[in-house]
């Protein structure tokens, strides 16, 4: 009997509703397919990529960059998934979970069925509506943390992680944490060489990899307290943020004597030393996989003043940004 040689097909799916951010649904797309173009450069009988829009009806989508999308499938014609995308949204979504609980009941189904489910910032509202995230960890987009764990109390919301993954449920925070999941995903359909070819086409700066942003469950947390997680997360995400300690005590509505304490029970370090810590590592990953200059990596970690920088390069690694930034690239690219 003759066998079959032809190729896997991975199924793609990308959830459409209103108010998504385009750049969401269209930047998996295009990374993936990078990645499957790649595999098939390298072997012709690499997995094939199918993807399918899917929306409740079949009317176009308005998104927030005023682009329309339209579903090639509704929710009741739609192929069955190895994996699903869920965009994320630019306003409150609590509005809009009302607006398609019929796509809501089905993304529970899909997982149950045994699709794997990526959401992205505030797009992980519809997992979390449907279920599937309850006992689980996840993450969301910053801002929405406070409201998320009101909403979702039985989610065990991680806010201190970029990622969180637990079985075939990936939340991802930001665009850019998006974008590291699905380098992960092109690793584990295409390999490890076309993971990293997509990383270095797509990515002007490299970040840290995956497995370091995220929280994977069963992995154990790193604090219990919740307070100092979310400021540890506003620090890392906002490194060009000229506020001081103080003020940024004040914007969490706690004194800074409460907040030195606090910072150093939780994490064995001095609020001062994390936040200088955090902002040595970016500069560092900026140095080594950009091509911006030592006062834009200055500035882009908030450091006006590029000898601010040096002075902290030198305490620490006893070298100058130049220097680090030349030892580095001479072992990548030798």
């Not at 219990?224 to 890392?236: A, G, H, K, N």
């Not at 390069?313 to 990548?332: G, H, I, S």
Request: net charge positive; aromatic share 10%.
């Amino acid at each position: 009997m003759k066998t079959s040689n032809k190729p896997k097909k991975v199924k793609i799916t990308l959830m459409l509703y209103d108010h998504m951010l385009s750049t969401s649904a269209s930047l998996p797309v295009e990374m993936l397919r990078a990645g499957e173009a790649f595999a098939l450069r390298q072997n012709k009988n690499s997995p094939r990529l199918s993807f399918e829009m899917v929306g409740e009806t079949k009317r176009p989508v308005t998104t927030r960059a005023l682009i329309k999308l339209l579903p090639d499938a509704t929710i009741s014609q739609a192929q069955a998934p190895d994996f699903v995308f869920i965009p994320s949204l630019w306003r409150n979504p609590r509005p809009l979970l009302k607006k398609y609980p019929k796509m809501i009941a089905w993304l529970n189904r899909m997982w149950q069925q045994g699709a794997t489910l990526i959401g992205g910032g505030t797009g992980v509202c519809f997992m979390a509506e449907s279920g599937v995230l309850n006992n689980h960890p996840a993450t969301t987009h910053w801002h929405y943390v406070e409201q998320f764990k009101r909403d979702y109390p039985q989610v065990e919301m991680k806010p201190d992680f970029f990622i969180t993954q637990s079985e075939r449920l990936y939340c991802a925070a930001s665009l850019n944490a998006l974008a590291d999941i699905v380098v992960h995903v092109i690793h584990q359909i295409f390999g490890e060489e076309a993971a990293q070819h997509v990383e270095r086409n797509f990515s002007h700066e490299i970040r840290k990899p995956y497995e370091e942003q995220r929280y994977l469950e069963g992995a154990g947390d790193r604090h219990p307290d919740e307070l100092i997680t979310q400021i540890q997360f506003w620090m890392r995400t906002n490194l060009s943020s000229t506020l001081n300690l103080a003020e940024l005590a004040d914007e969490f509505t706690i004194s800074q004597r409460t907040f030195t304490r606090r910072f150093k029970d939780a994490t064995g370090l001095k609020a001062s030393e994390y936040w200088q810590k955090i902002k040595l590592e970016a500069a560092q990953d900026l140095l080594s996989s950009s091509n911006l200059s030592i006062q834009e990596v200055a500035y882009q970690v908030g450091y006006h003043d590029q000898s601010n920088l040096t002075r902290l390069f030198k305490q620490t690694l006893n070298l100058t940004p130049r220097d680090y930034r030349a030892m580095v690239r001479k072992k990548l690219f030798t």
